[in-house]
């Protein structure tokens, strides 16, 4: 199957994930684990296809791969598809429709496409034959971050029911702010507090989604406000390369939203700081050391996340149970 967007996700298959990705987390920790999960998918093959900057994202995939024993082709800055690059730096012109088309011809058993273009993973979705998983699409979703953002949640708490979620900075341009909220209006009496400048607002479909769901949210300006009502404080980075109109200014957010050993002082004892990186200095550096501060535990559960999710997408199952009946 693909994995598109956050909101294909039922509440059973993601705690199926959630359970798989915990199995690969024990097994990777020892050398008879990592040897039985290494056969496990041996002989396949992952193209991953970078059109757009990424590092963690793309290791993060590779990893959970050559974990899995899925040999990895890869290709960073694959910008001969993209129509928004202008014409010079179009290598060949290729549309994205024809890259994949010749792509499947190579029969890879899935592809990870990260691509500048709001839509592109479901624009490659319509005309492959492979499963397609959406690495993040321009300013659309991340639906994968998403999956390893409510699992991080769900280790630490034990549950994401009845928990109050900021999630904050650049919701405007931030496709991972998008997916998240997406991906908590599947639970239960889950409270969202929204933190922006007001030009960074999260966008209407995002809010219309939650309306429809009856999800509690709000829509602050001030941190410092919010900070003592979260369990979870979700922090973005001002996404600057996104926002390419001009109409934001970007220094002045960053003056505004940085979260320190000061502002810290004002959340919960239990609750946690997450943020999907890469930071720039909306946390101050000095945060990390603060047991509160899950953005680094965050990316190391990625690996086991994405490990249950190539499963999922490659075979229609998780941990040999058909998704069917969990959709
Ligand atoms: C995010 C992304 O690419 O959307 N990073 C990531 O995948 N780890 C967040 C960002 O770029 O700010």
Same mark, same amino acid.
């Given at each position: ?41 041996? /002989? #396949?093959?992952?193209?991953? +296809? ?17 974990? @899995? ?17 202008? $014409? ?11 890259? +994949? ?30 499963? +397609?998983? $959406?690495?993040?699409?321009?300013? *659309? ?6 999956? @390893? ?39 239960? &009496? ?8 007001? %030009?960074?607002?999260?966008? &209407?479909?995002? @809010?219309?989604?939650?309306? %429809? ?32 109109? /001009? ?25 946690? @700081? ?30 086991? +996340? ?15 149970? #058909?998704?069917? *009946?969990?959709?």
């Amino acid at each position: 199957m693909h994995i598109l967007r956050a909101q294909q996700f039922s509440r059973p298959l993601l705690e199926a994930v959630f359970q798989r990705a915990n199995e690969f987390h024990i097994l990777l920790g020892d050398a008879f684990g990592k040897r039985n999960v290494r056969m496990l998918f041996t /002989g #396949s093959t992952m193209s991953s +296809i970078f059109d757009a900057e990424s590092l963690r994202t793309r290791f993060s995939f590779e990893m959970a791969a050559h974990r @899995l024993g899925i040999h990895v082709l890869t290709s960073q800055n694959a910008t001969q598809f993209s129509a928004t690059y202008p $014409n010079e730096y179009r290598s060949r012109g290729e549309s994205l429709e024809d890259s +994949i088309k010749v792509f499947n011809t190579y029969h890879p058993d899935i592809i990870v496409l990260r691509h500048p273009e709001e839509g592109a993973a479901e624009r490659a979705a319509r005309v492959s034959t492979v499963p +397609i998983i $959406n690495a993040g699409d321009g300013r *659309g979703q991340h639906p994968t971050q998403a999956v @390893l953002d409510t699992g991080t949640i769900q280790l630490r708490f034990g549950r994401i029911d009845d928990l109050t979620v900021i999630i904050g900075g650049d919701l405007a341009y931030g496709r991972t702010a998008r997916s998240l909220a997406y991906m908590l209006s599947k639970f239960k &009496a889950v409270r969202i507090i929204f933190v922006s400048p007001p %030009e960074l607002r999260m966008k &209407a479909d995002v @809010l219309a989604h939650l309306q %429809e769901h009856h999800v509690v949210f709000a829509e602050h300006e001030i941190l410092e406000d919010a900070m003592p009502l979260a369990d979870v404080v979700y922090w973005t980075r001002a996404q600057r390369e996104k926002a390419v109109d /001009g109409k934001v200014s970007y220094e002045d957010i960053s003056r505004r939203y940085c979260i320190d050993a000061a502002l810290m002082k004002r959340m919960k004892p239990d609750a946690i @700081l997450m943020h999907p990186l890469p930071r720039n200095e909306e946390i101050h550096p000095e945060v990390d050391d603060d047991p509160r501060a899950w953005y680094f535990k965050q990316t190391g559960y990625s690996v086991p +996340i994405r490990m249950a999710l190539l499963e999922l997408a490659m075979t229609n199952t998780v941990a040999g149970k #058909s998704v069917t *009946g969990m959709m």
